[in-house]
């Protein structure tokens, strides 16, 4: 019984990114940075495995928003030089924009 769980462990901790494997021990990276920066997002297209955390860093000079069109999440007004960063579990395809200027939109997709 305690290998079963040992091994379930082990599994889990090697499990697969999207990310190329880092050639040092570190863990593997699930973590993804986007910029909003000169009125857009940089990517404005991603793609990442389920469990991944996006760090939105507002990078310009204005405010932004980071908010799911579908009511997900609203990451409030994030003034130059701020972040947020959401873990997104659930696969599916997100639309991404800002409240304040809504011709800023990044697809986002979640799985494969
Ligand atoms: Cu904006």
């Known amino acids: 019984m305690k290998y079963g769980v040992l091994l379930a462990l082990l599994l889990m901790a090697c499990a697969p990114t999207t990310t190329a494997p880092s050639p040092t021990a570190t863990p593997p990276v699930t973590q993804v940075q986007v910029a909003l920066v000169d009125f857009e997002f940089r990517p404005a297209t991603l793609q990442i495995a389920p469990g991944t955390t996006v760090v ?39 639309q991404i924009y800002c409240k304040i200027h809504p011709y800023m939109t990044l697809s986002l997709q979640v799985g494969p």
């Open 56 to 94: 939105f860093k507002n990078q310009g000079q204005a405010p932004h928003t980071v908010t799911d069109g579908a009511g997900r999440f609203d990451s409030g007004n994030l003034a130059p030089g701020a972040e947020f960063r959401y873990t997104f579990q659930a696969p599916g395809a997100y």
